[in-house]
């Protein structure tokens, strides 16, 4: 008997207490591991996560937690080796297990990256600016997001069983939240290993991550309304969470990504010797074929030009024909077998049903010649093209979830978006077209069905991902059938497990809640220019007022001849004079950031150490000729970054003119060494 695969609770590795479920191999049907839940105390583990590793988890900053998932990264590269070996048992070619593995890692490092820019060395995310909610100021309004004190549960599916785990992890551990991973049974090997690799780091604060093996009945029972489960798998089985207790009355935050019948459309203005057709037939191939055709973003559905159906059929074929199914392990073999026989099973019943409305032009559901193995002791399954008649309904209703595609055709774009349509909500949907108002027309009409969608033509091509691949930094999934839900999408999928609240105070009272400056709050003026003191000297409302400066028409007029920028509102009096929003000559924009700089730059060698860049710059009131202005600049936010040399300041520029009037307002980013002596 193999090895029964363990579960990681409560701050130790659990070994049920029966013999468990064989799960095997899905090319050759050995025995490789087996699995049970059976004497697991669930409460312990959603208390121990809610106790020891959220709390820790939270103790940390938004850069603190990013480092630690690139450190994360790192070690499982250092272990892709193991997992591929492990991969091909559940039926991954080398490429279907880098698609897994890799795919799995490398959107680790982009959330620990995004961390790092985008997000704020603190435990407090502003969302936009402040709103005046009075008359004087005096009382503001300021939108947060914090972390939930809750658990974050991950069902998945069994056809990613590392991506779909590390995707979801990720962006939680981003915001705060320890995870709980219950993988689908049939691969639950190779998440078990990929965890193992992860606990065994002690990267990872203890209860942030543990691993479910076997069946979590009773699991939701024990979640309330700070908590969250993300389940990717089958629309019946999302139902059936959608009808929990503790769903429907407890508040738990539910995301589904469900069945998808995503399609890929042919443009109509693309012809037999145009390179998108070739584009085009090697994506429905590809979708086809790798993992076995077991992707939530596959392309079911086929749509081509009536007029095209016959050479696109023809092309898909030749690839088809090219693929060889067998071992995994086997270096000639394109397709691997599919997770087990009685998912083989689930996809002929499927096809079975296709075939009411479609006839197969390509593959043979109940035989497959298979290199390196046996066609019967492995699930494995040849390659299906059908074809569909014209109004056939069953396309748009069944998944085949394995190599199965439907040839569909249309007339018209209109029916073309209609078709697409019909599969009532899809996570993924591609159109290969050159024409720039076909793109336009269809995406537009594809957006309302679809999570994403690739418009690919041949620029495109040589850097597109391809249609199936769901990536870090966009979103991931789709409405109506597909779900509802969404992942991923960068700092989108972060804020997702966080809570959005709006603020009411006193700006200094939001100063201090925020740990950000804003705007009415108290500015502290002393003696010591603020560009004389380190990171660990600066207070957030450190403030300088500088002296002022007169703007001459000579100063304009020199700008103007040295950087060439003689736009005629700075050389041309008379027509200045007739542009209403100016009245006569004004300062360049530039020209007054640039005076503003000097008038409040410490020249002389010191803690701060660049200018990296200004944002959310705005001119707000015209600068004429022999005009002054003044500015006045405050630490709005610090970071400290995980340098050990420099930190990150934020500064808050007003300048102002004679009047007290701002006439621009902006944020210059500065780097500034942590100590006077870094």
């Known amino acids: 008997m193999s090895a029964l695969l363990e579960s990681y609770a409560a701050g130790s590795w659990f070994r049920a207490t029966d013999d468990g479920t064989p799960l095997l191999d899905a090319t050759t049907g050995d025995e490789v591991a087996r699995i049970s839940a059976s004497g697991l105390d669930l409460a312990a583990m959603v208390d121990h996560a809610r106790t020891v590793g959220g709390p820790a988890v939270r103790a940390l900053t938004f850069h603190q937690r990013a480092s630690i998932l690139k450190a994360v990264a790192k070690h499982l590269g250092e272990h892709k080796e193991e997992l591929y070996a492990l991969s091909a048992r559940t039926g991954a070619t080398l490429r279907d297990s ?82 709980i991973v219950k993988p689908a049974s049939q691969t639950a090997y190779l998440t078990e290993l990929t965890v193992r690799h992860i606990i065994e780091s002690g990267l990872m604060p203890e209860g942030s991550l543990q691993l479910l093996c076997g069946n979590p009945e009773g699991l939701l029972n024990q979640l309330g309304a700070q908590d969250s489960v993300a389940f990717t798998g089958s629309a019946s089985t999302g139902a059936t969470l959608r009808q929990h207790p503790a769903v429907l009355h407890g508040g738990v935050q539910l995301g589904v990504e469900a069945d998808s019948l995503n399609c890929s459309i042919l443009g109509p203005d693309v012809t037999g010797d145009d390179a998108e057709l070739d584009l085009f037939v090697k994506g429905v191939v590809a979708e086809m074929t790798v993992k076995a055709g077991q992707k939530c973003t596959a392309i079911r559905r086929t749509i081509v030009p009536a007029a095209m159906a016959d050479e696109v059929v023809a092309a898909i074929i030749a690839k088809l024909a090219k693929i060889t199914v067998g071992n995994p392990a086997n270096e000639g073999v394109r397709m691997g077998a599919l997770a087990s026989l009685g998912q083989r099973d689930e996809v002929r019943k499927a096809v079975q049903t296709l075939r009411g409305s479609a006839e197969i032009v390509f593959g043979d559901p109940d035989h497959v010649d298979v290199a390196d193995a046996d066609a019967e002791t492995g699930a494995f399954m040849s390659p299906i093209l059908l074809r569909a008649a014209p109004g056939a309904s069953e396309p748009h209703d069944v998944e085949p979830f394995g190599p199965v595609s439907t040839v569909l055709t249309y007339e ?109 709050s108290v500015q502290r003026i002393d003696d010591e220019h603020p560009f004389r003191k380190s990171l660990a000297e600066l207070r957030v409302g450190d403030t300088i007022r500088s002296a002022s400066r007169q703007i001459t028409l000579a100063d304009i007029e020199h700008f103007a001849e040295f950087t ?115």
């Open 98 to 179: 880098q698609v897994d593995i890799d795919g799995g890692i490398s959107t680790v490092f982009s959330y620990a990256g995004k961390g790092t820019r985008e997000l704020p060395n603190d435990t407090v995310i502003l969302d936009g600016g402040t709103e005046q909610l009075g008359r004087t100021g005096l009382f503001v309004g300021q939108h947060v997001w914090t972390s939930r004190p809750g658990v974050a549960v991950q069902i998945n599916a069994f056809n990613f069983p590392v991506w779909g785990m590390l995707e979801k992890l990720a962006p939680a551990f981003l915001a705060g939240l320890p995870t």
């Open 412 to 520: 018209t774009l209109d029916e073309a978006i209609a078709l697409a349509a019909r599969g009532q909500g899809s996570l993924a949907g591609s159109l290969i077209t050159r024409d720039p108002e076909v793109a336009r027309t269809v995406t537009l009409g594809l957006a309302p069905w679809h999570g994403r969608i690739l418009v690919l033509d041949r620029d495109a091509a040589p850097e597109s991902t391809g249609h199936g691949s769901p990536l870090p930094v966009l979103v991931h999934g789709g409405p109506g059938r597909a779900g509802g839900g969404e992942e991923l999408g960068g700092i989108r999928g972060v804020l997702h497990h966080m809570q959005r609240t709006a603020i009411q105070a006193s700006p200094d009272m939001l100063t201090a809640i925020t740990g950000q400056w804003i705007k009415g």
């Open 564 to 678: 060439g920028d003689a736009f005629y509102a700075h050389t041309d009096a008379e027509a200045a004079t007739a542009n209403p929003l100016f009245g006569g000559i004004v300062a360049h924009g530039y020209l007054v950031v640039s005076i503003a700089a000097g008038l409040f730059v410490e020249p002389k060698p010191g803690p701060v150490l660049a200018n990296f860049g200004v944002d959310h710059l705005r001119f707000l009131t015209p600068v004429k000729a022999d005009d002054t202005i003044d500015v006045t600049l405050t630490v709005k936010q610090i970071t400290p970054r995980n340098s050990a040399e420099y930190g990150e300041v934020r500064w808050d520029a007003v300048v102002a003119n004679a009047d007290g009037k701002p006439v621009a307002t902006y944020d210059v980013l500065t780097l500034v060494a942590k100590t006077l002596d870094s």
